[in-house]
């Protein structure tokens, strides 16, 4: 029987743990993977390579051996979130550490016996980085077809209120002013979603175009807060701003309202009653906004990822406003807090630079 075949098989534990030592030793961006789940396929995988290196001359074939789902799980990692880079990173400390392990016991190993061993770990790496990469384009797909279920939701609104506008305007004969202003606020409302979303996808934040121009906040605010007053007034909210009309601000218009937009449509759609304020002041050279609700509120656990995934809430579709509220925000050099509780509420904060300074072309 191989001597690498009886270390592998016999003495895997004691290999493992001497590993799992190295590994400690070793720089990790990821130190807080608990010691059960770094070794929890390792033993596995070197008692398959022993057992064949039992039978050498008749060994599966390296490249066939990771295949067996159940010999491999490296969709594991990418739910821990650990890079692809850590993991080929642990073979490679494997494969020294087997290494150091024959030469103080002084076995005496073929060249053949090494060359499938290490073939085979080479393959484990090789499939660990094929399938991790699949398992994450995967979900990546699946985070896309979120993505763009939730815009397709949110343009719902805006078209059903065009839609509606035309045929009560089609039907009356005559155009009404009322009717008129609410067509355009639900046109600026729909432009405006895919102007956000199109700077989502096409630019990071720091390569973002700014157009800055200097105005009044508190003329912003209302131009703002007039997009969901129809919808404030139809469920009796008391919907009002309390800003400072001699603050001037030098902002980027577009940017603006796909930040303090966002936050306030989301404040009027999931606050059935009481009220919606948005509070603005200067705080040496930024600007907080505030907007306050008396909404459900959220809880402690999504609040940790309201920002960084699709949150479809009980109305449907809140994470494409925040996420374009959020990159508008950061684009301007400022970014978004919140405080909120279930039962009690939501407050979501605002920060941005007074001045804004200019950026790109586009």
């Known amino acids: 029987m191989s001597s690498l075949a009886v270390e592998l098989i016999e003495n895997t534990n004691a290999i493992v743990e001497r590993w799992y030592e190295r590994w400690t030793r070793s720089r990790h961006p990821h130190p807080e993977l608990s010691e059960a789940a770094l070794k929890d396929k390792l033993p596995v995988q070197l008692r398959i390579i022993g057992k064949q290196l039992q039978q050498l001359c008749e060994a599966e074939c390296t490249e066939d051996m ?17 890079p692809i880079e850590e993991v080929v990173q642990e073979y490679r400390i494997a494969v020294r550490t087997v290494r150091d392990w024959i030469k103080e016991r002084k076995i005496d190993v073929s060249f053949a016996e090494y060359s499938y061993f290490y073939d085979a770990v080479f393959e484990l790496t090789a499939e660990s980085v094929r399938r991790y990469a699949t398992h994450q384009a995967e ?6 077809a979120e993505y763009l279920a939730g815009v397709m939701h949110q343009l719902r609104n805006p078209l059903a209120a065009l839609s509606m506008g035309v045929e009560m305007v089609s039907q009356k004969g005559s155009v009404d002013a009322e009717d008129l202003r609410r067509l355009r606020r639900s046109g600026q409302r729909l432009r405006r979603l895919v102007d956000g979303v199109l700077r989502v996808e096409r630019f990071r934040p720091e390569s973002t175009p700014v157009h800055p121009e200097e105005m009044y906040l508190a003329e912003l605010v209302q131009e703002v807060m007039c997009e969901s007053d129809a919808d404030a007034r139809r469920k009796g909210l008391r919907f009002e701003a309390q800003v400072d009309r001699s603050c001037r601000v030098v902002l980027d ?3 603006f309202f796909d930040a303090l937009g966002n936050l306030v449509q989301n404040a009027v759609k999931f606050t059935r009653q009481g009220f919606v304020i948005v509070e603005g ?17 959220i ?5 940790e990822s309201l920002f960084s995934t699709i949150q479809p809430g009980s109305g449907g579709g809140a994470g494409i406003g925040l996420r374009i509220a959020q990159h508008a ?7 978004i807090d919140v405080e909120s509780e279930p039962g009690m509420g939501s407050t979501f904060t605002l ?5 804004v300074p200019p950026r790109g072309e586009g």
Request: hydrophobic share 35%.
């Open 66 to 82: 990771w295949k067996i789902e159940e010999r491999l799980d490296p969709e594991v990692r990418v739910e821990q979130d650990v």
């Open 139 to 144: 979900n990546v797909m699946q985070e896309r």
């Open 253 to 255: 218009r577009a940017l």
């Open 281 to 297: 002041e200067e705080v040496q050279d930024y600007i907080l906004l505030r907007v306050r609700d008396s909404g459900p509120g």
């Open 299 to 303: 809880s402690k656990e999504r609040l």
């Open 329 to 335: 925000a950061l684009v301007q050099n400022g970014h």
């Open 351 to 355: 920060r941005l630079p007074r001045v």
